[in-house]
């Protein structure tokens, strides 16, 4: 059996603002690694801090990260439609989770998760 390996980044760093003196949690990714069957499928969790929009990148081996979809509401926006078989994301309250379906030794990478923080200021 051909066991493909998917390396899930774990974020441990901090967005911060310049302002203010406030910092967001960057979001949390599990799990770090995983292997499995061709053919099988994968699911990965981000946990955020707060509600926003998500996004999900993928970084195939020699190549830049790439995003496949962001969530903005209880719907996904997928950047190339082809991608809507392969990948399917569940939005919680507190975490998104992002499942690979019938995973190919192609979709072996990295995963992202990151998300905008957006502060309204008035003048």
Not at 24 to 50: H, K, Y
Not at 55 to 79: A, C, V
């Amino acid at each position: 059996d051909s066991m493909l390996l998917l390396p899930l980044l774990v974020v441990t760093s901090f967005w911060s603002r310049k302002c203010c003196g406030d910092a967001q949690a960057a979001p949390v990714q599990s799990p770090a690694e995983r292997r499995l069957l061709e053919g099988s499928s994968v699911t990965m969790t981000c946990q955020l801090s707060s509600e926003n929009v998500v996004h999900w990148y993928r970084q195939l081996p020699g190549e830049p990260p790439k995003r496949i979809l962001y969530m903005s509401g209880s719907s996904p926006t997928f950047d190339d439609n082809n991608n809507r078989l392969k990948f399917q994301v569940q939005k919680n309250p507190s975490s998104n989770v992002l499942t690979i379906k019938k995973a190919t030794q192609r979709d072996t990478g990295t995963y992202y998760c990151a998300y905008w923080y957006y502060q309204v200021f008035t003048a």
